[in-house]
């Protein structure tokens, strides 16, 4: 018998002792021979009581195993799904670039020249999408593209249109000639970081420096200019 049933057992043997010394039970004797002559009612009782209970958890265990099962094979579906459709196949998506795949990037831009239609580029590249051969080719390898340090006149363009588009970044970098969008948001980002911007004088800095002391963006720009007129005084 299970401790449920043992003590529903005793709670049975309790009722009863108060029952017959209610209705005028003799004596504990008396009393003791009532229980044994009873027992096999008890026990009878309580073993019903017992495996009502016992088969109702298993139920719910069951239930609950049931419905874990299920929810088990929906995610596992589910992910399933997601993973047919996440990465098409033959398609490479954190492998480095290998100097052949370089060199015939370089070779088939060539051909389309100006136009630069990087879906039909793709397909000359065997596991890369458009969108990796444009970014590639613009970050590495253009001949256009501007590296190295910025000049006074590049942040200063790089303020005054921050002040007027806001953080629309490919907009910007048009206004950029010969930087790219990755190139533009990095040097946001690396002013933006600075402890002390306005330690450095240079027009990036003090521009976000007072953004970050909340000045409005246009006040920031005059504040850059002013910086520059008493710089060059």
């Not at 399933?80 to 098409?88: D, F, I, Q, V, Y």
Request: hydrophobic share 35%.
């Amino acid at each position: 018998m299970s401790e449920r049933g043992g003590a529903q057992r005793r709670s049975v043997r309790q009722q009863q002792r108060a029952a017959r010394r209610r209705y005028g039970a003799a004596a504990d004797d008396d009393d003791e021979d009532w229980m044994e002559d009873n027992d096999d009612d008890i026990d009878e009782s309580c073993s019903s009581a017992d495996h009502s209970f016992s088969s109702r958890h298993r139920g719910e265990a069951g239930g609950s195993a049931a419905a874990a099962a299920a929810a088990a094979a929906a995610a596992a579906a589910g992910a399933g799904r997601r993973s047919s459709h996440s990465t098409p196949a033959g398609i490479k998506t954190a492998q480095r670039w290998t100097q052949e795949e370089h060199d015939l990037l370089l070779q088939v831009v060539e051909q389309h020249g100006n136009t630069r239609r990087w879906s039909e580029i793709a397909k000359h590249i065997p596991g890369r999408t458009g969108k990796q051969c444009r970014e590639r080719f613009v970050n590495h390898q253009d001949p256009d593209t501007r590296k190295g340090s910025w000049d006074v006149a590049e942040e200063l363009l790089l303020c005054k249109w921050h002040s007027i588009l806001g953080s629309h970044w490919a907009r910007i970098t048009r206004k950029l000639e010969g930087r790219t969008e990755n190139a533009v948001k990095n040097h946001w980002n690396a002013a933006m970081r600075a402890k002390f911007p306005l330690r450095r004088q240079t027009p990036l800095n003090i521009y976000v420096g007072h953004l970050r002391s909340g000045v409005e963006a246009s006040e920031a720009l005059v504040k850059v200019l002013e910086a520059l007129q008493h710089f060059l005084s």
